[in-house]
């Protein structure tokens, strides 16, 4: 325990809450990198759409909410793995534990957030042209959303471990000494025969 009341080990390191910080900046960021791109691809459709026909940008503006929503998948992670980070006792495993669900969840919505982009800036041109493609973009749109809400259900489950008190101590091994139990051989038979001289 150091002066802050902070738990420090070897399995508890002062540097592990390092690994979780990073963890929620890796979902943030990426997250939101998806979601940017999304958003702007989605919008040069929409904007050139625009012009032809003004009153289709309602319908339009739904590759730019399904982006949005991406940001908001990393915003969720970040905040659980900074309130994991925050408590007295971090060991090492669960700062990996949250590198591996920022991650995750920041590399899926990235993913996501591009499918998203060019999907809507290609399907928000055609449906304007032919109103029967606008119910397949829009799954299409789903689908490639689902990406992002996989990452973010993982990243979850992967942040999810409570540490306790015993996560932090070092286990020691005992080594097994194993004694060998040999007969006496025949020449130490003889010598405890033979009488003492005296």
Excluded at 14 to 43: D, E
């Amino acid at each position: 325990m150091d002066s802050a009341g902070v738990l420090v080990s070897d399995l508890c390191p002062v540097y592990a809450p390092f690994f979780g910080s990073m963890g929620a900046v890796a979902a943030l960021v990426f997250c939101v990198l998806g979601s940017a791109y999304g958003t702007a691809k989605a919008g040069i459709g929409i904007a050139s759409v625009g012009v032809m026909k003004p009153d289709f940008i309602m319908k339009a503006l739904v590759p730019v909410i399904f982006a949005a929503a991406i940001g908001i998948y990393g915003l969720i992670i970040a905040i659980l793995i900074n309130d994991n980070v925050k408590k007295p006792i971090y060991p090492l495993a669960n700062g990996f534990a949250d590198l591996a669900a920022g991650l995750c969840c920041g590399l899926s919505g990235l993913a996501a957030g591009m499918a998203i982009g060019v999907v809507g800036d290609a399907g928000v041109r055609s449906a304007a042209q032919q109103p029967q493609m606008y119910i397949g973009v829009v799954l299409i749109l789903i689908f490639a959303e689902a990406l992002a809400l996989f990452g973010m259900i993982l990243g979850i489950v992967l942040q999810g471990a409570a540490p306790n008190a015993g996560s932090c101590q070092q286990l020691t091994v005992v080594p097994k000494i194993c004694l060998l139990y040999t007969s006496p051989s025949p020449r130490d038979m003889r010598r405890s025969r033979m009488p003492s001289s005296a």
